[in-house]
């Protein structure tokens, strides 16, 4: 069985900060390709995410149901959701879980002078129920060292892409059967979060073919 494709979330080409994030109302040719016809594209996937630091608006669709979020590099911006299609339970928008989404992009608040990201389309949106530095931990764990033994950090570059998995997330991966039944119960807490992380890190990133949701 072949090895998923995925890269890592600290790989900030493909998961950028806030500061990072391509302007709503000018052409980043670092996010973006200009099309013959006069059309924007994106050249390569990517993904924000941050945790949610606070919550008190996130009920109030007037205000966009607007959270406030911690990136990667610790600092805090809000994310408003006006959905024009797309299904998110709002419910979710609580604080210590992660919000990840993708194409996301920076735009000005009405006074012009604060920044922020603006969500319409939810179908690109996931929270995850889980504060930022557990899931990045759990993502170095598993997903940053498939060349390695889950339960005893040997290579199982020898083994091809016949190496044992949990049969689960499929991010678990082994040198034997022996240490896949070892790890199971250590496993066993960071298998849901895997699966859950599986859905955002495994596909291709470095190009463009279509826009790629979370959901349809």
Same mark, same amino acid.
Request: proline share 5%; net charge negative.
């Given at each position: =069985? ?13 998961? %950028?900060?806030?500061?990072?994030? %391509? ?15 006069? =059309?924007?594209?994106? @050249?390569?996937? &990517? ?12 009920? !109030? ?5 607007? /959270? ?7 600092? /805090? ?9 797309? @299904? ?18 920076? #735009? ?8 922020? !990201? ?8 996931? /929270?995850?129920? =889980? ?20 339960? #005893?950090?040997?290579? /199982? ?8 998995? #949990? ?34 890190? @495994? ?5 463009? !073919?279509? &826009? ?5």
């Amino acid at each position: =069985m072949a090895l998923p494709t995925h890269t890592s979330l600290q790989n900030r080409l493909y998961f %950028p900060a806030f500061g990072e994030l %391509p302007p709503a109302d000018d052409l980043d040719n670092n996010y973006f390709t200009e099309q013959p016809n006069g =059309m924007l594209l994106p @050249n390569r996937t &990517w993904t924000f995410f941050g945790e949610i630091v606070s919550d008190t608006l996130s009920h !109030i669709s007037m205000l966009g149901h607007r /959270v406030e979020v911690r990136d990667v590099t610790g600092s /805090v911006h809000s994310v408003l959701f006006f959905p024009t299609s797309g @299904n998110l339970n709002m419910e979710d928008l609580r604080v210590g879980h992660t919000v990840f989404i993708r194409y996301a992009m920076r #735009c000005f608040f009405s006074d012009l002078a604060t920044e922020a !990201i603006k969500v319409e389309d939810l179908n690109f949106v996931k /929270v995850i129920a =889980m504060n930022l530095d557990t899931l990045l931990y759990t993502a170095s764990l598993y997903f940053d060292r498939q060349s390695n033994c889950a339960a #005893c950090g040997g290579s /199982v570059a020898t083994l091809g892409g016949a190496a044992p998995r #949990c049969e689960i997330c499929q991010a678990a991966v082994y040198c034997s059967p022996s240490c896949c039944v070892i790890n199971a119960p250590a496993h066993g807490s960071f298998c849901r979060l895997c699966c859950e992380l599986s859905e955002v890190l @495994n596909l291709s990133f470095d190009s463009f !073919i279509e &826009w790629v949701p979370f959901r349809q």
